[in-house]
Each structure stands twice: as structure tokens, then as C-alpha cells.
């Protein structure tokens, strides 16, 4: 690893001053578990890093009857959290499935959202591909077992972080603070694709941090989260779905619809929640969506079989959200 200068900053204010403007040469560090890993990779090389484990790390009931996460949470104090629970149970969700206890214990929510991708190409040193500068991307005739259905490239990642994708079907806001001040971006728009930045997922600026999650309060929506998991291990989730539902009785007036582990983003379906809306609730209803949201895909030589994944996820997410019967372990 290449040695780099450590500064324990002691809050918002500490850290923003030591970073920089320039990218990947001055890096945030949380519970370290994503970046120590590509350091020790050797595909990022920062020359200082600078502890974030200082700012907010508390949940608390925002003044419009919402929640507001603090950065430095961690992704098992999510999990666990009565409030979480009650008003974003598709949230809980997918915390509670991240990785093992440890990793959800170590991880906190802003290194979660910020994680970078896990294509194997850009995780080896060997593999100069276009994220790193290079002139190809080697999943397109390469092992694409588990990149993108979806996304016109010209990189095929899939998006890596659980807890985003229910974040955007809840119409989560995130706050972001940088030497210029503070900003709020929706998540919807934090997280961007490899034709409008090749080189990172995010509108974050290099001195800029992601500090708070701010959640809209709940209403009467239902909402969950359904993912496929090769079996029940730790790894990342094949293909996920979270749907937020505004229901009266049985008819759905409004859904939100977002897929995870299918697209360099989060993916939201629209096609998909204008199949629900206005529709009575029922199995039929369900799958119609599920139809709808895999409408477009694109998948590469070796993931056609995510197509089916994704449409399972989005039925099984929306019938949990409802209350149906079934088996959603
Ligand atoms: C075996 C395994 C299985 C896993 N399974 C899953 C899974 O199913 N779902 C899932 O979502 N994740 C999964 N993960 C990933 C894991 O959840 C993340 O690596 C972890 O949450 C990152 O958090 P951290 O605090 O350790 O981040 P760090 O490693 O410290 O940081 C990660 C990135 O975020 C940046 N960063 C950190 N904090 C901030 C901030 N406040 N503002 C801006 N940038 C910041 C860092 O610079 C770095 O680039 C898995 C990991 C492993 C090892
Ligand atoms: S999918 Fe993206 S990160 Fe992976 S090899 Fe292609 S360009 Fe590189």
C-alpha cells in the first residue's frame, strides 16, 4: 500500500477543511471496509485520508415528521432502529440484509452510499479498463455474469450500495456539505450514470460530504424491500426491488418503484408504478408491474437470467408492500 497522511478530523467542519478539490488524492474514511480494500488493490492511491467516523452519528425526528440520519450511522443501527422500523420498513430491509453482522456493524451509511463498484475488472489492477481511463470495458465480451441489465454503458457496473435503493423509493433527500456550503440533493439525483461521469457515481464533489440522509414522513405508505441472493449468504444481492405504495383500502392510488443490483443506478421503474396506479391490489396486479418494469432490458451475453430476478423481486417487493400473503424471507 502506498503510504498516505491520516487526518482524525473531529467534525463537519475538521473534515471538509482537509479534503480537497482534487479527485481521489484526499478520500473520506469511515469503517474503512470499501476503501482499505482498494488501497490495499492498489486502485485508489489517495495521499491522505480523513476519518468521517466524527460526524453526525445520530437518528432523529426531523421538524416535518420525518427521520434525519447522520453520515456516521451505522448501517446495523439502521437495521435495528424502532423508528426506522415502523415508518421505512423497506429500509430496515435491506439494512438488515447487508453483508454479515460485522460488516453491518463496521459500516456506516455514508461509506455504504459512497461504496464503490465491485466489477471484478475495475476491483483487479491488472484490467485498465475505461473507469480507470482506459480505452475498454472489458465486461462487454468478458465475464458479465453480474453487471448491468439495464443503462447504455459505455460502463456496465451495477449499482453496489442496499440501502439506496429503498432510499430513492422513499423519496430520500441527502444532504451534502462541502467548502461552499451545504446543499440538498434528492437521492434520485445524487447517484449518476457512467455516461455523465465515467469516473465516479455520484455528483459528490472531491471536497465535498455526503452528512445526512433526510427522510420524508411516511404518511400511510407501505412500503418493502425483496432481494435475490444466490442463498442466503453474505454477498451482494443478484437483483432487488423496493416499492412504497399509497394506498386506499385495496386500490393503489401512487407507487414508487425502484430496482437495485440491475443498473449503474439505482433503477427506477415509472412504467412500472403507472401499472399499479389507480388498480386494485392482487397477485395479477403485481406481476403486471413486475412486466413493466423489466420492459427495455438490456442484458449482456452472460445475465439474461437477471431479467427474470428482477421481475421476482419487483412482484414479491410489491405484494409484501401490501400486506399479501407469501413466502418473502
Ligand atoms: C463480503 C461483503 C458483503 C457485502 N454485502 C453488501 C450488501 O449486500 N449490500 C451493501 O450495500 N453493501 C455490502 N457490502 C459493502 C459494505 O456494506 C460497505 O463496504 C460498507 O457499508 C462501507 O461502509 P464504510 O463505512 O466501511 O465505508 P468506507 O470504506 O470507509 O468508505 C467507502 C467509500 O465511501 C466514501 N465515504 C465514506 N464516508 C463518506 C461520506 N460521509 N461522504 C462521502 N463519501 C464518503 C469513502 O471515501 C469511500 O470511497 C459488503 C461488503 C463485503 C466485504
Ligand atoms: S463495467 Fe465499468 S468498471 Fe467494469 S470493466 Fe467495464 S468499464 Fe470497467
New binding site residues.
Partial sequence: MKPFAYVNAANEKEAIAALGPDRGKF????????????MKDYI?QPDRLVN?KN?DRTISRSSDGGLRIG??V??DEVATHADVARMYPALVH?AG????PQ??H???V???????PRCWYYRNEEFDCLKKGGSRCFAVDGENQYHAIFGDGPCHIIH?????VPLMALKATFRVAGPAGEREVAAEDYFVTPDRNLFGETV?QPN????HLLLPPPGSAKSATYEVRYKQS????LASAAVVLDMSGTTIRGARIVMGAVAPTPWRSQAAERALAGKTISEQTAIAAADAAIQGAKPMTLNAYKVQIARTAVKRAVMKAAGMKGNWA
Avoid: C, F, K, Y
Fill in positions: 478520500l473520506p474514511i469511515a469503517g474503512g471496509m470499501d476503501l482499505l480494500a482498494l485508489v468521517v460526524l453520515a456516521a451505522t448501517v435491506a440484509e447487508v453483508g454479515t460488516i453491518r463496521s459500516g456506516t455514508g461509506g455504504n452510499l459512497n461504496q464503490r453496489p450500495s442496499s440501502l439506496a459528490l465535498e460530504l455526503l452528512t453474505h454477498d451482494w444481492p
